[in-house]
Nanobody
Framework: VQLVESGGGLVQAGGSLKLSCAVSGIPLNEYAIGWFRQAPGKEREALSYISVRDGSLAYAESVKGRFTVSGASTENTVYLQMNKLNPEDTARYFC??????????????????????????WGQGIQVSVSS
């Protein structure tokens, strides 16, 4: 199983980047793909996830409205379009494959996509740097 991120780099504040996560060794329609990032000295932060199989997706509040996740099982690739980048977005970005569990929180069915332990396979990550 291999997940390979690409598309990172250096961009000015306000700019855009599109990350790709190429997945091999597992069928994309049987796994959810999550995007995470980690800045030096900080904990790993969940950004977004997508399930190509059932179309479910979600975003962290910190990126909602700026980032868009997409994917196609025919390509076995998931994308993260990042717009309106700011220096606080500087981090190493990772994609991961797993089957995050669902559970009821009160009366609401919630998928625990934001928990790193719900993912079985991880890419090596790619650096995104945003200059002010």
């Amino acid at each position: 199983v291999q997940l390979v991120e690409s598309g990172g780099g250096l961009v000015q504040a306000g700019g855009s980047l599109k990350l790709s996560c190429a997945v091999s060794g597992i069928p994309l329609n049987e796994y959810a793909i999550g995007w995470f990032r980690q800045a030096p000295g900080k904990e790993r932060e969940a950004l977004s996830y997508i399930s190509v199989r059932d179309g479910s997706l979600a975003y962290a509040e910190s990126v909602k409205g700026r980032f868009t996740v997409s994917g196609a099982s025919t390509e076995n690739t998931v994308y993260l379009q990042m717009n309106k980048l700011n220096p606080e977005d500087t981090a190493r970005y990772f994609c991961a494959a797993g089957t995050p569990r669902w559970s009821f929180v009160g009366s609401q069915l919630v998928r625990h996509w934001e928990l790193p332990q719900e993912y079985d396979y991880w890419g090596q990550g790619i650096q995104v740097s945003v200059s002010s």
